[in-house]
């Protein structure tokens, strides 16, 4: 998130003795080929809980997935989208005591990052009078400058299947609902891997050919993942950025290609390293499963893998508002 994010000072106090609960699923992107403009929600969510009290600090208490070395102030993720969003607005908030239930492993390419940013934003808006509300534009928009992207918080808004794209500084995203019969399978490993790492890796040219192969596969793995399912193997091809980056998430890039040579539609899930397979159908779910599981097991990953069936997310972060 950018330090110069904010652009106003805040004003005003918002009401204390307001609760707000958001719920953020994962998410995944690229997907292979769709680099920076396609991401998948997924059926792992994150639970982040705010109330506004009069206690003039923040106080941030996780539990769940990484929570041990996680900030417990307003440095935390989901306090700085949430008092950003509110400064940007004109607004500040008297205290806030704020509980995040983290079930999305953090630095694996599932978007933690990007599911805080959703939820204090989201939970910033819901905090705000209604007429000082960002609409769901705006608030796609906040969200993907504070994340720098949208392939992340598109899906987390929006749920199933987004497309984004930029035009100019405006970051735009389009929903589009991912055929029934796919079934997602994460290999997560045990180590993390810092998404700024993973992009530094990456060349600031590709040849032409790189690039025309690669808009192909993109348009047929948009097709793949709506309309043919049996098209995922050969629209899950990438061509701009699994390759350069596969020196450090060695593991990843083994399983993800020994997956590949037994015919699953396996990806490096967003910077990595976790690795996704679109299984079609209950019995190719099953196959993959057994699949993942036995080449992990085979590797000399250090702390192992986690290999989880998961589903996609029909509908994207949800937001509850209680007032004393």
Same mark, same amino acid.
């Given at each position: 998130m950018p330090e110069d994010a904010v652009l106003s000072a805040p004003a005003r106090l918002v009401d204390s003795g307001q609760a707000v609960r958001v719920t953020v699923p994962a998410t995944s992107a690229n997907l292979g080929p769709g680099f920076d403009s396609l991401g998948l929600a997924l059926g792992l969510f994150d639970t982040v809980r705010v109330r506004t009290v009069d206690s003039g600090t923040t106080a941030v208490f996780p539990t769940g997935e990484g929570a041990g070395a996680l900030p417990t102030d307003g440095s935390h993720l989901v306090a700085r989208a949430l008092l950003g969003t509110l400064a940007n607005a004109g607004w500040s908030a008297p205290g806030l005591e704020i509980e995040t239930v983290n079930v999305i492993p953090h630095g694996r390419g599932l978007g933690s990052s990007a599911a805080a940013i959703v939820s204090g934003v989201l939970a910033a808006n819901a905090l705000l009078p209604e007429a000082h509300r960002l609409d769901e534009a705006a608030v796609l928009q906040w969200c993907s400058t504070l994340e720098g992207h949208p392939d992340n918080?598109?899906? @987390?808004?929006?749920?199933?299947? #987004?497309? *984004?794209? %930029?035009?100019? /500084?405006?970051?735009?995203? $389009?929903? =589009?609902?991912?055929?029934?019969?796919?079934?997602?399978? @994460?290999?997560?490993?045990?180590? #993390?891997? *810092?998404? %700024?790492?993973? /992009?530094?890796?990456?060349? $600031?040219? =590709?040849?032409?050919?790189?690039?025309?192969?690669?808009?192909?596969?993109?348009?047929?793995?948009?097709?793949?993942?709506?309309?043919?399912?049996?098209?995922?193997?050969?629209?899950?091809?990438?061509a701009l950025h699994q390759e350069y980056r596969a020196s450090v998430m060695l593991p990843s890039a083994v399983l993800m290609q020994a997956l590949r040579a037994q015919g699953f539609a396996s990806v490096i899930s967003g910077a990595g390293p976790t690795v996704m397979t679109f299984a079609v159908g209950e019995e190719e779910a099953a196959r993959a499963l057994g699949a993942a599981r036995a080449l992990a097991a085979a590797s000399d990953t250090p702390g192992g893998w986690r290999i989880l069936r998961l589903d996609v997310a029909r509908e994207g972060a949800k937001v509850e508002v209680h007032q004393r």
């Amino acid at each position: 998130m950018p330090e110069d994010a904010v652009l106003s000072a805040p004003a005003r106090l918002v009401d204390s003795g307001q609760a707000v609960r958001v719920t953020v699923p994962a998410t995944s992107a690229n997907l292979g080929p769709g680099f920076d403009s396609l991401g998948l929600a997924l059926g792992l969510f994150d639970t982040v809980r705010v109330r506004t009290v009069d206690s003039g600090t923040t106080a941030v208490f996780p539990t769940g997935e990484g929570a041990g070395a996680l900030p417990t102030d307003g440095s935390h993720l989901v306090a700085r989208a949430l008092l950003g969003t509110l400064a940007n607005a004109g607004w500040s908030a008297p205290g806030l005591e704020i509980e995040t239930v983290n079930v999305i492993p953090h630095g694996r390419g599932l978007g933690s990052s990007a599911a805080a940013i959703v939820s204090g934003v989201l939970a910033a808006n819901a905090l705000l009078p209604e007429a000082h509300r960002l609409d769901e534009a705006a608030v796609l928009q906040w969200c993907s400058t504070l994340e720098g992207h949208p392939d992340n918080v598109a899906p @987390a808004l929006l749920g199933s299947l #987004a497309i *984004s794209w %930029e035009t100019g /500084r405006a970051f735009q995203s $389009t929903r =589009v609902e991912v055929h029934p019969d796919i079934i997602p399978i @994460a290999a997560i490993p045990d180590t #993390a891997l *810092s998404t %700024e790492r993973a /992009r530094g890796l990456l060349p $600031t040219s =590709v040849p032409h050919g790189s690039a025309s192969a690669n808009a192909g596969r993109a348009a047929l793995l948009v097709h793949a993942l709506t309309v043919r399912p049996d098209l995922l193997h050969p629209g899950t091809r990438d061509a701009l950025h699994q390759e350069y980056r596969a020196s450090v998430m060695l593991p990843s890039a083994v399983l993800m290609q020994a997956l590949r040579a037994q015919g699953f539609a396996s990806v490096i899930s967003g910077a990595g390293p976790t690795v996704m397979t679109f299984a079609v159908g209950e019995e190719e779910a099953a196959r993959a499963l057994g699949a993942a599981r036995a080449l992990a097991a085979a590797s000399d990953t250090p702390g192992g893998w986690r290999i989880l069936r998961l589903d996609v997310a029909r509908e994207g972060a949800k937001v509850e508002v209680h007032q004393r």
